[in-house]
Each structure stands twice: as C-alpha cells, then as structure tokens.
Nanobody
Framework: QVLLGESGGGLVQAGGSLRLSCAAS????????MGWFRQAPGKERENVAA????????YYADSVKGRFTISRDNAKTLVYLQMNSLKPEDTAVYYC?????????????????WGQGTQVTVSS
C-alpha cells in the first residue's frame, strides 16, 4: 500500500510559480511510476505529468510542456511538480498518484493509489 499526501497548492497570480510536493509512504514507492493529475471544475481529471521509477520516461501534457517540471527523490519518497508561468486555465485540484508499474503512464487506470488533492488557483 502507498499513502500519498500533496502540499504546496494555493492562490497565485498569472505568470507566477508554485511547487507542489507529494509525500509518499510505503515500501513500494521507489519501484512505482508516479503521476500528477488535475481536475478543473466541470471537467474530467487529466494527466499533467508522469515519471518512471528511476526518474526518467517523463511525460507532459501539451498544455503544460515547457512550463511544468516533474521530479522525484526516491530517498526522501517525494515527488514534485514545479509549475512556472502559471495561467488561469491551470486552476484545478492537483492530485498525485502512484502507478501500478514502474513505467510512466497517462491513463488513470494505470494508477492505483491517489492523494487527497491540493487546490491551485491562478488569478488573471
């Protein structure tokens, strides 16, 4: 089992930055891919970024490519999402998720543990 807890969300002006952190517990964390998802009001949850168990195989959604950076520290069991040049359309609840395997994936079905989410609000 993997327990996940996100932090770092908040209110920021457009063009600003935030760094989300996801603290994980569980012996299998370092062997799992990790992903960040987000869900905006009235929209389906979407994959924003994913990273494989060793820190490679990184995927970004087109909407965040060049602005967001995913990384992980297996020794500290942490996953990060650095978000720069934030836009109002980035407003959403952001979730981290632990993958079923060591390979980064884009589909929700590839993840079996989820955090409770952290709100990110970007004002114009």
């Amino acid at each position: 089992q993997v327990l996940l807890g996100e932090s770092g969300g908040g209110l920021v002006q457009a063009g600003g930055s935030l760094r989300l952190s996801c603290a994980a517990s569980g012996s299998t964390f370092s062997s799992r891919a990790m992903g960040w998802f987000r869900q905006a009001p009235g929209k389906e949850r979407e994959n924003v970024a994913a990273i494989n168990w060793r820190g490679g195989g990184i995927y970004y959604a087109d909407s965040v490519k060049g602005r967001f950076t995913i990384s992980r520290d297996n020794a500290k069991t942490l996953v990060y999402l650095q978000m720069n040049s934030l836009k109002p359309e980035d407003t959403a609840v952001y979730y981290c998720a632990a993958g079923r395997t060591d390979t980064a994936g884009r589909a929700e079905s590839e993840y079996d543990y989820w955090g409770q989410g952290t709100q990110v609000t970007v004002s114009s």
